[in-house]
């Protein structure tokens, strides 16, 4: 389905996917961005012309939870903090220590976040929830997310018909970072105390 909408919505099509794989990421960046670079070296798409489709595509994506999150308001789960914040593994003291790092050095984790598997679509959520200045936000991220979708769609340019190689790969990848994200969490679940 996913190839076939590709062939036929053309640059469209690319763009459209990856807005939806950001927004709600059904079907990973992982297939669609290969499968598009497959298309690309078939013809009559550009391989620059996916690229860029994809990378605007994503990053209307990322900017919708940037705007989202920035609505939201750090402010807001200051009683929700206080509540669960053993099940959240932090303190209000830990979330403002996280913006005032932020504020310095968050424009690196937009940029490496973008091209890191399963933690690229959470990145809007804390620089608009720590208010990251937007020109900062659009910068890193479309930089981010166009060396990610780059290297996707060469890969799949690349390898052609056997881009399910690419899948053998970046699952495990994928799978790897999840598991030390949800085994980082319950060690900080099991560790964590409150600060007085």
Known sequence: MDRELIAKGGYWGVALLMFVETVFPPIPSEVIM??????????????????????????????????????????????????????????????????????RKGWLFVLFGRMTPSLRSLVSVPAGLFEMPLKTFLIASTIGTFGWTTMLAFLGQKMGENYEAIGEYMGPLSTFILGAMLGYYVWRVIRWRPHH
């Open 34 to 103: 290969p499968l598009a670079g497959i298309e690309a070296a078939r013809g009559p798409m550009n391989v620059w012309g996916v690229i860029a489709s994809g990378t605007s595509g994503a990053m209307l994506g990322n900017t919708l939870w940037f705007f989202l999150a920035r609505w939201l308001g750090i402010e807001r789960f200051h009683p929700f903090v206080r509540k669960w914040g053993r099940w959240l593994t932090v303190t209000w003291r830990d979330l403002k220590r996280a913006d005032r790092w932020f504020d």
